[in-house]
Nanobody, 119 residues
């Protein structure tokens, strides 16, 4: 089991920055991939960024160059630094953890944090 708690969402003007954090209840070294997803009203949930245990990162094309995902293994946290925010970035952002075991793959989600970007 992994509990994920997000923080850092809020309201920001276009062009501004926000930093989201996700605290995991267990060591990140036991989690294959940590990621951030987002879901805007009326749209499907989409991958924003992900990072694995080797710190290899992946970004959605829409955020590449503006968002940076990072991990702090000592604090069991993953962060998403968001810059040059646009109104289209408005969504609920969810932290995600993928844990691999001999019994298969387990996926865990945080409760979500709202990010609103005003024009």
């Amino acid at each position: 089991q992994v509990q994920l708690v997000e923080s850092g969402g809020g309201l920001v003007q276009a062009g501004g920055s926000l930093r989201l954090s996700c605290a995991a209840s267990r060591s990140l070294l036991s989690i294959a991939v940590m990621g951030w997803y987002r879901q805007a009203p009326g749209k499907q949930r989409e991958l924003v960024a992900a990072i694995n245990t080797d710190s290899h990162t992946e970004y959605a094309a829409s955020v590449a160059g503006r968002f940076t995902i990072s991990r702090d293994n000592a604090k069991n946290t993953v962060s998403l630094q968001m810059t040059s925010l646009k109104p289209d970035d408005t969504a609920v952002y969810y932290c995600n953890a993928v844990v691999l075991s001999g019994r298969g793959t387990n996926v865990y989600w945080g409760q979500g944090t709202q990010v609103t970007v005003s024009s």
